[in-house]
């Protein structure tokens, strides 16, 4: 299987304990995105990646959350000092720089994370 | 502010009717929309796309209609089957944007026997 995948599936943690999530996209996509998923909405943009460099974080991502793609193939994403209003799917998709599939991204299965 | 918006949040169709899907938007500089269906515990799916400067593509059973001046879109799936019951979302990116998409809040199709 060569989608995205994502570790872990599931996450439960306490308040204010660290927590980091990992995404391998598909191999030969330059860009990696990251999206965070509430009951009831759809998924909402947190940041992306082309290759190594970060290019733009969105402004629901506070100074809590840091994510990195060390080598501009896997991802982490870290969030310290959890809150219960952190609790949501983590969602992670690649895409091509170019061809057929540029404007398309391709979404891996997701992290839930509950914050108790 | 909801960029994308799909205000029905459900629909129900009966197995082997078409299906309407609709989707406004208010941010005048997308210019690219996607389909994605949504299945319980798994990601989003991709499911068909188009540009701004076309107003219709077709995939199989599946049509998206882009109205511009209206901006608004629809997905049409036609006949519908119950294998697509799940959560739809539009979706849409900027050009220039990196093409980070702005998803609207989704409908759940229910597809009847």
């Known amino acids: 299987d060569t989608g995205v995948s994502q570790d872990p599936r599931h996450k439960i943690t306490k308040r204010g304990q660290n927590v980091t999530f990992r995404c391998d996209p598909i191999s030969e996509h330059n860009r990696l995105y990251w999206y965070r998923q509430t009951l009831g909405q759809g998924p909402e943009f947190l940041t992306y990646?082309?290759?190594?460099?970060?290019?733009?974080k969105s402004r629901l991502l506070s100074d809590r959350f840091s994510a990195e793609r060390p080598k501009g193939s896997f991802s982490t994403l870290e969030i310290q000092r959890t809150e219960q209003g952190d609790s949501a799917m983590y969602l992670c998709?690649?895409?091509?720089?170019?061809?057929?599939?540029?404007?398309?991204?391709?979404f891996g299965p997701g992290t839930r994370l509950t914050v108790l | 502010d909801q960029q994308v918006k799909q205000n029905s949040p459900s629909l129900s169709v009966q197995e082997g009717r078409i299906s309407i899907l609709n989707c406004d938007y208010t941010n005048s500089m997308f210019d690219y929309f996607l389909w994605y269906k949504k299945y319980p515990a798994e990601g989003p799916t991709f499911l068909i796309s188009i540009s701004s400067i076309k107003d219709k593509n077709e995939d199989g059973r599946f049509t998206v209609f882009l109205n511009k001046s209206a901006k608004h879109l629809s997905l049409h799936i036609v006949p519908s089957q119950p294998g697509d019951s799940a959560v739809y979302f539009c979706a849409a990116s900027e050009l220039g944007g990196g093409n980070k998409l702005t998803f609207g809040t989704g409908t759940q199709l229910k597809v009847e026997l």
């Open positions: 998709a690649s895409s091509p720089l170019a061809g057929a599939s540029y404007n398309e991204q391709f």
């Open positions: 990646f082309q290759n190594e460099a970060q290019l733009e």
